[in-house]
């Protein structure tokens, strides 16, 4: 073989092993989204991928031990390998460290499901949660969850704060996302545009019942040094109780818990916005 074509081969093998490499990572990526499993089937489906290629990569990520087969027969889902990877990314983070002292307070103060978070993209991911010390209802979400924008409480507090997201730039990028998941989601742009102009004016955003039916959420959200949102703190408890309690039960422990956790990454009263 002359010098020519060897260095074509080693082109071709080097875009081989890096297309291998992409869809590997999506198909962990698909992976997250579905904790106790995902037949292979579907998991084609959703990488665009045909079943015979789609079950070579994630052989291969089993031989690697970060996917392992389900329950369900020809079901795959990610392993512990993935989660103590996860945990040494969030063990990196210090902000962690910081928040989580306040967050569990304002647990033990509402006795509800606490989630903080920050944004990624176009989504918000949760990165620590406590689940409910006298509240009854245990919500679906994980840490290291990915959560849209326009339809949970915390991800309207980037939509409302973040300056770098423009409302129309996000809506028509996400036009095959935003979907009526209950009949309270948000889904017109008008609508979304009146959202957020409540939710800077009362300083809180709102999650009624628009992923899942029976379930509200309360997030405010949490300012860096330079007065900017880095992170979000939000309560999820049914809707019922929320009625019960009323919102101001709720709100004061954690615009408090936001103020404390604010403050200690260097916001002031003389940032702006105000918590």
Not at 54 to 79: F, I, M
Not at 116 to 133: A, G, H, M
Not at 213 to 218: F, N, T, Y
Request: with cysteine; net charge neutral; aromatic share 6%.
């Amino acid at each position: 073989m002359n010098q020519k074509n060897e260095t074509i081969k080693n082109m071709e093998e080097k875009v081989t092993g890096s297309q291998s490499l992409v869809r590997g990572l999506h198909l962990l990526d698909i992976l997250s989204n579905y904790p106790n499993g995902c037949p292979l089937a579907r998991i084609a489906e959703l990488a665009q991928l045909n079943k015979s290629t789609t079950h070579r990569l994630l052989q291969s990520l089993q031989c690697a031990g970060y996917v392992k087969p389900a329950l369900a027969a020809g079901s795959y889902r990610l392993s512990t390998k993935c989660l103590a990877l996860g945990q040494k990314v969030l063990s990196s983070i210090n902000i962690i460290n910081v928040a989580a002292p306040h967050l569990e307070q304002l647990n033990l103060t509402i006795g509800e499901t606490i989630n903080f978070s920050y944004r990624e993209d176009d989504q918000v991911i949760l990165i620590y949660k406590l689940e409910p010390t006298t509240g009854m209802i245990r919500t679906r979400s994980y840490i290291g969850q990915y959560m849209q924008l326009y339809c949970s409480a915390m991800g309207k507090l980037f939509l409302a704060y973040d300056s770098s997201i423009k409302l129309a730039d996000y809506w028509e990028r996400n036009q095959n996302i935003i979907q009526q998941l209950t009949f309270n989601t948000i889904t017109n742009l008008s609508i979304m545009q009146q959202e957020l102009v409540l939710i800077r004016q009362n300083g809180f955003a709102m999650d009624r019942e628009e992923n899942e039916l029976g379930i509200s959420c309360i997030a405010v959200p949490v300012f860096n040094l330079k007065g900017k949102i880095q992170y979000t703190i939000s309560v999820s408890l049914s809707t019922i109780k929320l009625s019960q309690l009323g919102h101001a039960h709720i709100l004061k422990p954690l615009l408090e818990a936001a103020r404390n956790i604010s403050e200690e990454l260097g916001w002031t009263d003389t940032n702006t916005p105000s918590i």
